[in-house]
């Protein structure tokens, strides 16, 4: 019987996503790891669990080809985050419903979507952004949130009055 290797930890997980996405920069031309940052820190302040964290810090890692699918497959990862990781990577060619389908189906994905797309939609962030960019980005973080059951109810008029 051979041993089991350690699984990884969650400052060793959050070291190899800075590292994997080093040379990488944001629309608004900032370090890409801060993206990382705020996503895995909007998953812990959402209550998300170290797996889910975990997931968060190598959310585009696959979907961005800063680390491949074999790696993910083989890394010393509990098995439900590779799962979430692959959950929240949107595939080539994937249509947005089939994409948001995914995510509800896998548990725990959703609240780091919630987390990604908070941070994509903030509106500092998306001020530096060129006007036809921005406008894009919007309508589609916009439409995510609503195949994904996070738009806000808006009141009806009885509930106004």
């Given at each position: 019987m051979t041993a089991s290797r350690a699984q990884l930890t969650l400052t060793e997980v959050e070291a190899i996503a800075r590292e994997a996405h080093a040379a990488q920069r944001d629309k608004a031309g900032r370090?890409?790891?801060?993206?990382?940052?705020?996503?895995?820190?909007?998953?812990?302040?959402?209550?998300?669990?170290?797996?889910?964290?975990?997931?968060?810090?190598?959310?585009?890692?696959?979907?961005?080809?800063?680390?491949?699918?074999?790696?993910?497959?083989?890394?010393?990862?509990?098995?439900?985050?590779?799962?979430?990781?692959?959950?929240?990577?949107?595939?080539?060619?994937?249509?947005?419903?089939?994409?948001?389908?995914?995510?509800?189906?896998?548990?725990?994905?959703?609240?780091?979507?919630?987390?990604?797309?908070?941070?994509n939609a903030d509106p500092a962030r998306l001020a530096v952004l060129e006007p036809a960019t921005r406008t894009r980005l919007t309508e589609k973080y916009a439409l995510v949130r609503e195949l994904l059951g996070l738009t806000v109810p808006q009141p009806s008029a009885e509930q106004r009055d």
């Open positions: 370090p890409y790891s801060e993206h990382l940052a705020a996503v895995a820190e909007g998953v812990r302040a959402r209550g998300g669990s170290d797996e889910q964290i975990a997931a968060a810090w190598l959310h585009d890692a696959v979907e961005d080809d800063a680390l491949s699918e074999q790696w993910l497959a083989g890394a010393a990862l509990p098995q439900k985050v590779k799962d979430l990781v692959l959950a929240v990577t949107k595939r080539d060619g994937e249509d947005l419903p089939a994409y948001s389908r995914r995510i509800l189906a896998t548990p725990g994905a959703l609240l780091i979507k919630e987390a990604d797309l908070a941070h």
